[in-house]
């Protein structure tokens, strides 16, 4: 027979590579992560660097605005946090009520027997013994005592099981609701970190109003920002190509043959992805909007501020509603952009690519894997944007086209 100290090592032994693969497989994924972001921030650095030197008013409110976001991303962690250890609470009060069920029933059948030995007549195996009856029921009579003695022990054992597994329960029980007690604290600070934050944004706001106004109004500026986001999807777009083929290719630089600046876009009227396949693809015409509001930025449709025409569409929303992502994928990028202020970019394979802007807070990182439906950021005006809404935009390859088509009227 092989000794069970050998089985064990063996066992040990024939596991050990599938948990070092394991192991690496996690440490690889680490590591591809931690590329991505570092390849989409030094796109970002190269895109600031060649912005022009003039001096931007919406500018000014990247850094309250990206602090709300922060702010506001730290309270929806924290409130799923909250709702885990108040779900941890109640199976926790859910097991205690379980445990006090079943030491309630194992009292009253301890009571019983007892009750049926002592107080219903029973005898003990002595008197039974020297009582001079038939020694065949004697036998019987000891081992049906016997046999209730053994109940008893046993009852008094899962008791005790009881009980400790009750003094465990209220460890536990302490341990979540002084978990629960700082979460609320990290809540309150956050709050009063958010609110100071929302008032500086308005005391900025009053001193740049009329230039910010003036220049959303200039034909350059309005241009420029597409071309701003034409070039980030670009930049985006190269990423994941670099990803799929290996080499590594310079983040924020020139397309091949290009010349660094955004390519302009074909005329809208003519752009669609066609009969392409993929999951996104599926979804054509079955699509929900990430958000529900009245739609007064219509795709084609010459902007109010003259001079270009929308990308996308912008829904009108109250702020701090949340946004949908339309579909599954990975988030590429979260952060602040000039004319989009808060911006989300998620990847949906197949070279989709879904786009929210004007955002007051971003929910998800880069890298998150997202799943549809799933809140990804909360409504806003960031960026300098008079109305709050949401500025969003389908695009394959590049291309913007039109989000109306791909939605469901229901």
Not at 175 to 180: D, F, G, N, S, V
Not at 193 to 198: G, T
Not at 312 to 324: D, K, N
């Amino acid at each position: 027979m092989i000794p069970r100290r050998i089985c064990v090592t063996a066992l040990f032994l024939s596991l050990l590579p599938a948990s070092l693969a394991f192991a690496a497989a996690v440490d690889a994924k680490k590591d591809e992560l931690q590329d991505l972001k570092s390849r989409i921030e030094s796109l970002r650095r190269n895109m600031a660097k060649a912005e022009e030197s003039k001096t931007y008013a919406a500018d000014q409110l990247r850094e309250t605005e990206s602090a709300i976001s922060d702010v506001n991303r730290r309270l929806h962690e924290l409130g799923a946090e909250r709702g885990e250890l108040k779900a941890q609470l109640a199976g926790l009060d859910g097991q205690s009520q379980r445990l006090d069920r079943q030491a309630g029933a194992q009292q009253n059948q301890l009571a019983r027997l007892l009750n049926r030995q002592f107080v219903g007549g029973d005898s003990d195996a002595l008197k039974l013994l020297l009582s001079g009856e038939d020694p065949n029921q004697a036998a019987r009579d000891k081992y049906f005592l016997t046999q209730l003695s053994r109940a008893k022990a046993d009852l008094i054992q899962q008791l005790r099981a009881v009980a400790a597994e009750k003094r465990q329960l209220a460890d536990a029980v302490r341990e979540r609701q002084a978990q629960l007690a700082e979460v609320e604290r990290r809540e309150q600070e956050s709050r009063a970190q958010l609110l100071a934050r929302k008032k500086q944004r308005l005391t900025t706001l009053a001193a740049i109003g009329d230039r910010l106004k003036a220049q959303r109004r200039e034909i350059d500026t309005l241009r420029r920002d597409e071309q701003r986001l034409g070039k980030l999807i670009e930049g985006l777009a190269r990423i994941a190509a670099a990803k799929k083929t290996g080499p590594r290719a310079k983040p924020g630089g020139a397309a091949p043959g290009g010349t660094g600046h955004a390519a302009k876009a074909p005329p809208l009227k003519s752009h669609d992805p066609g009969n392409v396949g993929g999951a996104f693809a599926a979804l054509r015409g079955h699509l929900r909007l990430p958000v529900k509001g009245t739609i007064s930025g219509r795709y084609g449709q010459p902007r109010p501020e003259g001079g270009a025409t929308w990308k996308g569409i912008f829904i009108r929303a109250a702020e701090g509603v949340e946004v949908r992502a339309v579909a599954g994928g990975a988030v590429v990028f979260s952060d602040w952009l000039r004319g989009f202020g808060n911006l989300l970019v998620i990847d949906h394979g197949d070279d989709f690519l879904s786009v929210y802007g004007n955002n007051e807070s971003l929910l998800v990182a880069v890298g998150a894997s997202i799943k549809d439906g799933e809140s990804v950021a909360t409504v806003g005006n960031s960026g300098g944007n008079p109305d709050s809404g949401l500025y969003f935009e389908l695009r394959h390859r590049g291309q913007p086209f039109d989000p109306l088509k791909w939605t469901s009227s229901r």
